[in-house]
């Protein structure tokens, strides 16, 4: 069964840093483009990054360009997302996905994780 789990969420000042991790497994994810969505408190979900299945190719939302940095790393099936200089509105449950396609697409992720929480202090 596919699955994706994340790591790394936690409580942080503003102004500081987290690093997200989710491993995947149960299926070839190292084919497929990878990446993290978050969703605020009483907001909807909203995109943060992805990147293509090889490593080759990132996609960033503006609110997060220069100061998250997404990574991966398929021998460990893993996915990253460095995120620094955080600020106050970037708490949100983050969650890890995947799409079966080999870039991002713009449509909905065909998978989801179960979701980490990120509090940054102000």
């Known amino acids: 069964q596919e699955q994706l789990v994340e790591s790394g969420g936690g409580l942080v000042q503003a102004g500081g840093s987290l690093r997200l991790s989710c491993a995947a497994s149960?299926?070839?994810?190292?084919?497929?483009?990878m990446g993290w969505f978050r969703q605020p408190p009483g907001k909807e979900r909203e995109f943060v990054a992805f990147?293509?299945?090889?490593?080759?190719?990132?996609y960033y939302a503006d609110s997060v360009k220069g100061r998250f940095t997404i990574s991966r790393d398929n021998a460990k099936n893993t996915v990253y997302l460095q995120m620094n200089s955080l600020k106050a509105e970037d708490t949100a449950v983050y969650y890890c996905?995947?799409?079966?396609?080999?870039?991002?697409?713009?449509?909905?992720?065909?998978?989801w994780g179960q979701g980490t929480q990120v509090t940054v202090s102000s």
């Open positions: 996905a995947a799409t079966t396609s080999r870039g991002w697409t713009g449509g909905p992720p065909d998978y």
């Open positions: 149960g299926r070839t994810f190292s084919n497929y483009a």
């Open positions: 990147i293509r299945w090889n490593g080759i190719g990132t």
